[in-house]
């Protein structure tokens, strides 16, 4: 099994709601990310789990949490999110930390209202 | 910024043709990566090229790297279709912890 799943794969959601994006991947990796992506634009790295500890967090703002339940699993959990946060969402995995290539997800469609 | 700069920004080729793409990044890095995203999706990785190398090919693609200039190139040869795309270098830094993307190249390949 070499996919990474996301879900949902479209969130719409209030500036006051409480919402969570899921990742998982079962290749045995030890290495997890979220990246933000605005249209036409690059990915940009929020933040990256390595061996189930946050390693790097990009200067996200509080508003995004991110958590890692088990070495399979990948959330990010939203709150009291602001319009200009609308974007792709976007999940990945490699096998350590780093060096390696990435596994993408295809990504959560999120919009803010 | 950290990211590798692409260009061209976008490129509009005939199915057949080759289409080249370059990067250049700012910082010594372990390796560079080059990713395809076809529209709203997820990013693929094609291929990886270490610095102590000069090219690598894969089926189509043929890769260079000169470190010297901190530059890489993407050549798609015998361009389909299939191919229209975002593709995106990206950097590897030494100690592993970043990992940044270029700005990007759409490739339209017309049929």
């Known amino acids: 099994d070499t996919e990474v799943t996301q879900t949902p794969k479209h969130l719409v959601m209030g500036m006051t709601n409480k919402k969570s994006l899921k990742c998982e991947q079962h290749m045995g990796h030890r290495a997890m990310y979220w990246y933000k992506q605005k249209a036409k634009k690059p990915p940009e790295l929020m933040f990256v789990?390595?061996?189930?500890?946050?390693?790097i967090n990009e200067s996200v703002p509080s508003r995004f949490s991110p958590e890692c339940p088990n070495s399979s699993l990948l959330n990010l959990h939203l709150h009291a999110l602001q319009p200009e946060d609308s974007a792709l969402y976007l999940c990945?995995?490699?096998?350590?930390?780093?060096?390696?290539?990435?596994?993408f997800g295809p990504g959560t469609r999120l919009t803010v209202t | 910024s950290q990211q590798g700069e692409e260009d061209p920004q976008a490129l509009s080729i005939q199915e057949g043709e080759n289409a080249t793409m370059n990067c250049s990044y700012k910082t010594s890095i372990n390796n560079l990566q080059w990713y395809r995203q076809n529209s709203g999706r997820g990013l693929v990785h094609l291929i990886l090229i270490r610095s102590n190398e000069r090219e690598k090919h894969s089926g189509r693609l043929r890769v260079t790297l000169d470190t010297s200039k901190k530059s890489s190139s993407l050549l798609i040869t015998a361009s389909r279709a299939a191919d229209t795309a975002s593709y995106f270098c990206?950097?590897?830094?030494?100690?592993?912890?970043?990992?940044?993307f270029g700005t990007g190249t759409s490739l339209t390949v017309i049929p």
């Open positions: 990206a950097t590897v830094g030494n100690t592993g912890n970043q990992f940044y």
């Open positions: 789990y390595s061996y189930e500890k946050l390693s």
């Open positions: 990945a995995s490699s096998h350590g930390q780093g060096h390696d290539e990435q596994y």
